[in-house]
C-alpha cells in the first residue's frame, strides 16, 4: 500500500524551489523584456513583455534560495533555472499559437515549467514515475490557487 503522506510530502519538498521561482517574477518582475522587443520569422514577439530579464533573473535566485535553505543548492539552481526556462519557452509556443502576453494556454501555463524543472534536475536528483504524476495532477489546482491570491492582491492582472 503507498503511503499517501509520504508521496505528498516527499513531492512538494522536491519541487519547492520550482513553485517559488515560478512564482516570484509575479511580485519582482517588470521592466526590460527577455527578447528585448524582438519579434520571431513569424513577424510576432519572440516571447512578448511579460517576460522581463528581471523576472527571469529573480526566479532563479529566489528558487535557489529555497534550495540552499533546504540544503540541496544545486538541485534548487536546477529546478528553478527549469522554471525559468520552461515558462519562457511555454511563452514561445503562445506567441506563436498568436495567443496575446498574459492569455490563457491551458496545461502549457501550468505544466510547462514543472516538467521543465524535473527535466533539468533529473540528473542530479532522479525523481520516481510515482510522484511525476502526482506533481502533474496537483500543479494545475495549485497554480489557479497562487494566481487568484496574486491576483486578489494586485500583484496580477489576471488570476489564471
Ligand atoms: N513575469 C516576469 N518575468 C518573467 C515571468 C513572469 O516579469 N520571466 C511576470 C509578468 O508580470 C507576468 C507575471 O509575472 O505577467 C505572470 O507570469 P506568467 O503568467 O508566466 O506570464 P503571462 O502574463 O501569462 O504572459 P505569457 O502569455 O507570456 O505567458
Ligand atoms: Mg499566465
Request: charged residues 15%; proline residues 4%; aromatic residues 8%.
Amino acid at each position: 500500500m503507498i503511503d499517501l503522506t509520504a508521496l505528498i510530502m516527499k513531492s512538494l519538498w522536491y519541487i519547492l524551489p520550482s513553485y517559488v521561482a515560478n512564482m516570484s517574477p509575479v511580485i519582482f518582475g517588470g521592466g526590460k523584456p527577455l527578447d528585448m522587443g524582438k519579434n520571431f520569422l513569424d513577424g510576432k514577439r519572440l516571447l512578448g513583455d511579460h517576460k522581463t530579464v528581471k523576472g527571469f533573473v529573480s526566479g532563479i535566485l529566489m528558487g535557489t534560495l529555497m534550495g540552499c535553505l533546504q540544503g540541496r543548492s544545486v538541485a534548487g539552481f536546477l529546478l528553478s533555472l527549469g522554471a525559468m526556462l520552461g515558462d519562457s519557452f511555454g511563452s514561445f509556443i503562445k506567441r506563436r499559437m498568436g495567443i496575446e502576453a498574459g492569455g490563457s494556454a491551458p496545461l502549457l501555463d501550468q505544466e510547462g515549467f514543472l516538467i521543465a524543472s524535473i527535466l533539468l534536475a533529473y540528473p542530479v536528483e532522479p525523481l520516481d514515475l510515482g510522484s511525476i504524476l502526482f506533481l502533474i495532477a496537483v500543479t494545475p489546482a495549485l497554480h489557479k490557487g497562487t494566481n487568484v491570491i496574486a491576483h486578489r492582491l494586485g500583484l496580477k492582472g489576471v488570476d489564471h
